[in-house]
């Protein structure tokens, strides 16, 4: 299931604005790759670029490659809701559908993409889904009350249980404990752990702990001033980024010496 995506050259573009310059990475399949550097230098715009999703943003657009096992996802006849079906996302603030039950949330993405699904088959797939986002012993007697009704750190696991109901290849999740306390952040990184071994999982995160306790390769992107673009400054194992990066703004960022 899990798939490797190797991204080629990529520029990303807000209309005239270039956001984010020259990337060129390898993001492993069954492992967890995080993104950090300071505020601004794109870690979003690139990873909504990994699924397509900065598209939708009148005027935006990107040039160069993203190849997922080798298939250009941009290309000509690649159709972009099945990248987005693919390629799941989980947002920094939960945001399960309030008023729709935890059963409905979970089933969400499957409906939307206009499969048809027996009760049966679609009490397995919530069933399994909450079990993989570790949330079902806590909601399996309340699967018909909203998801509002869930705490924050419950919520962020329903948002995960929806992502990996349309089986996706790869999970994006851009900051996804920001909004959640310790005991639920810890929550979320276990999970995370078990995750990888059947996705690609990429994390954009501020919090440098997180980042070394749970990514086996970290990249970081600074930008050299307003204005200016963010670039993929070096990416490594986790280990060595947190040790003994090459370059001098690495190390004074995971330092905490700036942003
Ligand atoms: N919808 C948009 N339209 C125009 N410019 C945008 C848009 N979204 C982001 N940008 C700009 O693109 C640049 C990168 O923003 P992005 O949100 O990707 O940064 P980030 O690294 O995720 O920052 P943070 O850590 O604060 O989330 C910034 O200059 C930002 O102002
Ligand atoms: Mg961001």
Redesign the pocket.
Known sequence: MSQRIDVKDLN?Y??D?L??EGVTMSIDPRSVTA?I????????????SINRMHEV?P??YVKGEILMEGVDLYGSDVDPVAVRRNIGMVF?RPNPFPTMSIRDNVLAGVKLNNKKISRSAADELVESSLRGANLWNEVKDRLDKPGSGLSGGQQQRLCIARAIAVKPQVLLM??PCSALDPISTLAIEDLIQDLKSEYTIVI?T?NMQQAARVSDKTAF?N?AG??K??RLIEMDDTPVMFSTPREKSTEDYVSGRFG
């Open positions: 990303i807000y209309g604005f956001a984010v993104f550097g300071p505020s601004g230098c794109g870690k979003s715009t690139f990873l909504r943003i005027g935006a920094q851009d900051e954009v501020h992107f930008i307003t204005g673009p963010g």
